[in-house]
Nanobody, 124 residues
Framework: QVQLVESGGGLVQAGGSLRLSCTAS????????MGWFRQAPGKEREFVAA????????YYADSVKGRFTISRDNAKNTVYLQMNSLKPEDTAIYYC?????????????????WGQGTQVTVST
């Protein structure tokens, strides 16, 4: 079965950085796109970033462009989200996800598989 496990969340001051990791198992990781989403209490889950199977194509939400970078290490079955210049509005639970429909589809469609999430809190 598909399993996705996020890690790396925590508390950081505004302007700081965090790197989230998501380790995958149960599927052929290097043939699947991966994505990051986030959800704050009382808000809709929103798309953050996605990356295709090879890492050659990426997509970002407008709110994180220039600050966040998604990457993957297929040898380790891991996808990363490097978050720089963090803002209080970035505070949320961050989830990684995958779906065979493709990386671009993650911008508008709910992926089939999700991790448990990791909390990111950015203080003012």
């Amino acid at each position: 079965q598909v399993q996705l496990v996020e890690s790396g969340g925590g508390l950081v001051q505004a302007g700081g950085s965090l790197r989230l990791s998501c380790t995958a198992s149960g599927f052929t990781f290097n043939t699947y796109p991966m994505g990051w989403f986030r959800q704050a209490p009382g808000k809709e889950r929103e798309f953050v970033a996605a990356i295709n199977w090879s890492g050659g194509t990426t997509y970002y939400a407008d709110s994180v462009k220039g600050r966040f970078t998604i990457s993957r290490d297929n040898a380790k079955n891991t996808v990363y989200l490097q978050m720089n210049s963090l803002k209080p509005e970035d505070t949320a639970i961050y989830y990684c996800a995958t779906d065979r429909r493709g990386s671009s589809t993650m911008r508008t469609s709910t992926p089939n598989y999700w991790g448990q999430g990791t909390q990111v809190t950015v203080s003012t």
